[in-house]
């Protein structure tokens, strides 16, 4: 722990250096509505295994979730309507309290007394000692484990771990940006949101959390799912994620609900991701060739080359990369095992290498609709949506 403490921290320079001092500013300005499709698509995409897959686990849970999380968010709301927009606002807290409830009931029951242990772990909900093992009340302190200490290779491999988070958090910002209806997203406030995820990286490694932040893909889904884009949310919802982290029992109970049920929840939080990804497409030339080519190789790319690397390692225990630096081997395996990563790769080095000479090319990749928002101070709705609360933009400006 204390070693990943220690390499959290180190990686955490690489978004705050990048972000701060406007160096990926000058990197996402090259990015166009024709290469943000595949990254912002596979963002989302690339996370299917942990959709269906883990609803499995226990079909008699996750399938009524979808099913109901769908009735309620999709169907209800067109046949019944109401002043207020209540089911499809609700829909996720109202299918999980249901189905949630269900699970308890089967578990009672005893349902899944005399099945496999596999079944009963992804299916009930008193897993032994989840909730008598918890603390009431635990305050997370910085250095909680011991000092941080540092090793080169395992450094590395959090720093390519960082260049992903970075690069998968660039997507869902643009995604969130549509979701709530604002304008695109200037370069610099990009910027200045990997800056902050690097912030987050380090208190991750100062707090020992075990793991690094990236962006919220599920926030994102959540977003589109309910169309409530206010900040106040979000600032009441990081409150109750302080209160469920320092009085254990409580979060303890949250952490009952069956995984079944958030796989149900990422079948729908996921899709509606990737499906920003798609709307991207209106401001592309669906009938160039080229831009038929970048997609298509992009996301085929961003698929397949993830699989490779992911199967070469079941079938003979290690990457296709095998020197005998395990931390590169480790680093590479990080990077193209993120099928945004090498999907938004490939895709901008293509849009800025192929036929660029060609004068429909602008056009056909989409960057005249995206030129003015390069800059903040080009359009005068990008203070109203972007600007910092409290006063923060003052110390925190956007170029």
Not at 267 to 284: H, N, T
Not at 328 to 350: D, E, H, R
Not at 355 to 377: C, L, P, V
């Amino acid at each position: 722990m204390r070693a990943i403490q220690g390499a959290l921290m180190v990686a955490s320079v690489l978004p705050m250096l990048l972000g701060f001092l406007g160096i990926w500013r000058i990197v996402v300005r090259f990015i166009s509505p024709l290469s943000a499709v595949p990254l912002v698509t596979l963002v989302g995409l690339g996370l299917y295994e942990q959709g269906f897959p883990l609803l499995a686990e226990c079909v008699e849970i996750g399938l009524p979730e979808l099913i109901i999380l769908i009735l309620l968010s999709q169907f209800i709301p067109h046949m019944w309507s109401s002043k207020r927009p209540m089911f499809d606002r609700f829909a996720v807290l109202l299918s999980v309290g249901i189905v949630w409830a269900y699970a308890a009931l089967l578990t009672v029951a005893g349902a899944y007394k005399n099945r496999p242990l596999n079944t009963q772990l992804s299916c009930r909900v008193d897993r032994s000692g989840l909730v008598s093992g918890s603390s009431w009340v635990s305050f997370p302190y910085p250095i909680q484990w011991g000092p941080p200490s540092l090793h080169a290779g395992e450094a590395f491999v959090m720093i390519a771990a960082a260049f992903v988070a970075l690069i998968e958090s660039t997507g869902a910002f643009i995604a969130a940006s549509r979701y709530g209806s604002a304008t695109h997203v200037p370069s610099s406030v990009l910027s200045r949101g990997v800056g902050w995820l690097g912030v987050g990286i380090f208190l991750d490694g100062l707090f020992g959390t075990g793991s690094g932040s990236t962006v919220s893909v599920e926030n994102v889904g959540l977003l589109a799912l309910t169309r409530v884009g206010s900040r106040r949310v979000i600032q009441i919802s990081a409150v109750f994620m302080l209160f469920f982290s320092i009085f254990g029992k409580f979060g303890a109970i949250v952490a009952s609900i069956p995984l079944p049920i958030v796989g149900a929840l990422y079948c729908v939080l996921f899709a509606l991701m990737s499906s920003a990804g798609l709307g991207l497409l209106q401001y592309c030339n669906l009938n160039s060739f080229r831009a038929k080519f970048i997609i298509g190789f992009s996301f085929f790319m961003g698929l397949s080359v993830p699989r490779y690397f992911t199967d070469y390692v079941l079938t003979s225990g290690h990457g296709p990369v095998h020197t005998r630096s395990v931390w590169f081997n480790k680093m590479v395996q990080v990077i193209f095992t993120s099928p945004a990563t090498v999907a938004g790769i490939v895709a901008l080095f293509l849009d800025l290498t192929l036929a660029r000479k060609n004068e429909s090319t602008r056009k056909d990749s989409g960057r005249h609709w995206w030129a003015k928002f390069k800059y903040f101070d080009k359009d005068p709705r990008s203070a109203e949506f972007y600007s910092l609360p409290y006063g923060l933009s003052k110390y925190f400006p956007s170029l």
